[in-house]
């Protein structure tokens, strides 16, 4: 069998509402960032399966590529290490990326592969 590419394999992640909320929300918040700057020349656009995977998210899908999850996983990272408002929803953050990195490391027992 072929080896499949990390933008057409894909896998389904088993979310609580809870965590697909914050996992919107996070994605949301990157995606606006920009447009947010008082310099937007000072912050990188997020890459395109940010975008790709908060549109999965909205539609209310939870099935992501893996090019997709690694984009979220490193996002979900750097908003864990923040020291703003997410502060909140650390707990959140921190299952969210428990999920995406073991679905990344093929350990994560609740979801399904393609």
Same mark, same amino acid.
């Given at each position: 069998?072929?080896?499949?590419? &990390?933008?057409?394999?894909?896998? /389904?992640?088993? *979310?609580?509402?809870? $965590?697909?909320? +914050? ?6 918040? =990157?995606? $606006? =960032? $920009? *447009? #947010? #700057?008082?310099?937007? +020349? /000072? ?9 790709? &995977? ?5 539609? !209310?899908? /939870? %099935?992501? /590529?893996? &090019?997709?999850? !690694?984009?979220?996983? +490193?996002?979900? &990272? ?5 020291? +703003?408002?997410?502060?909140? $929803? =650390?707990?959140?953050?921190?299952? *969210? ?8 490391? !093929? %350990?994560?027992?609740? *979801?399904?592969?393609?």
């Amino acid at each position: 069998m072929p080896e499949q590419s &990390a933008h057409s394999q894909s896998v /389904t992640l088993s *979310l609580p509402l809870e $965590e697909q909320w +914050t996992l919107h929300h996070v994605l949301l918040d =990157r995606i $606006e =960032r $920009e *447009l #947010a #700057a008082a310099d937007p +020349t /000072t912050i990188d656009p997020p890459p395109v399966e940010v975008f790709q &995977a908060f549109e999965a998210l909205d539609a !209310g899908q /939870t %099935r992501f /590529t893996m &090019a997709q999850l !690694g984009a979220i996983q +490193t996002i979900l &990272a750097e908003y864990h290490h923040s020291p +703003t408002w997410w502060e909140l $929803e =650390r707990p959140q953050l921190e299952a *969210l990326l428990h999920h995406v990195s073991s679905a990344i490391d !093929g %350990r994560e027992p609740t *979801l399904s592969a393609d």
